[in-house]
């Protein structure tokens, strides 16, 4: 099956400047790729997806690009903020037609203000 | 409004004991998961259903069932309770599209302590 990996699992950066979330994944089939931010105690909550006959999606300060031939695919946060602390989650869908979302296991980010 | 709900916030119960989880959709959406939620082990997917009486085993089934008699609820069923099954437990919908997988929406997680 799909198997997705997250890298850093813990980031840091100081209040206003970028963060970068990168995603890989192993099936070359996958055609959808949501990122999901869960705040504390709360649940993970969609903020952007991206499926795969397009490059690149933009909401404000959130983005996500995406590279099939290298099967991998970033969120990327501009002038960060304290409420966008959180994990973050990125997910590819699973072929086979059954509708699962193979999950990563979560970045840490924190903004310091 | 997509608003997924699960039945209890906590639970505490006991090691042997039979555990019901519930969740309930709003929206119509044929497919439904659960998830437990570890530290560092990010979202794994114990079962999932994509119908009405339709269930299919995740990456965690062992130690688990789940019922599924109407389209808009979702039970997760721990047979026997034990220690090792105390975690968060998420429960999400999605609707089925031609673009195959869709966004999950997630409900606010139960909290289930096994003593």
């Not at chain 1, 952007?48 to 690009?65: C, F, H, L, W, Y």
Request: with cysteine.
């Amino acid at each position: 099956g799909e198997n997705v990996e997250q890298h850093p699992s813990t980031l840091s950066v100081q209040e206003g400047d970028s963060a970068v979330i990168k995603c890989t994944y192993s099936d070359s089939a996958s055609n959808y790729f949501p990122w999901y931010k869960q705040e504390l105690g709360k649940r993970p909550q969609l903020i952007i997806d991206i499926r795969s006959n397009v490059g690149e999606k933009k909401d404000q300060r959130i983005a996500v690009t995406l590279n099939k031939t290298a099967k991998h695919f970033s969120l990327h946060i501009t002038e960060t903020q304290p409420e966008d602390s959180a994990v973050y989650f990125c997910a590819a869908s699973s072929t086979g037609g059954n509708n699962r979302l193979a999950f990563g296991k979560g970045n840490q980010v924190v903004v310091i203000p | 409004d997509v608003k997924v709900t699960q039945s209890s916030r906590y639970l505490v119960k006991r090691t042997g004991e039979k555990v019901f989880l519930e969740c309930v959709q709003d929206m119509d959406h044929e497919n439904m998961f659960w998830y437990r939620q570890d530290p560092g082990l990010g979202l794994r997917l114990i079962y999932f259903s994509y119908d009405v009486k339709m269930k299919e085993k995740g990456d965690i089934p062992e130690g688990y069932s789940v019922s599924r008699e109407k389209k808009e609820r979702f039970s997760l069923i721990l047979e026997s309770a034990s220690t090792n099954q105390t975690s968060m437990y998420l429960c999400a919908s999605s609707p089925t599209t031609s673009g195959g997988a869709d966004t999950q929406y997630f409900g606010p997680g139960t909290r289930l302590t096994v003593l």
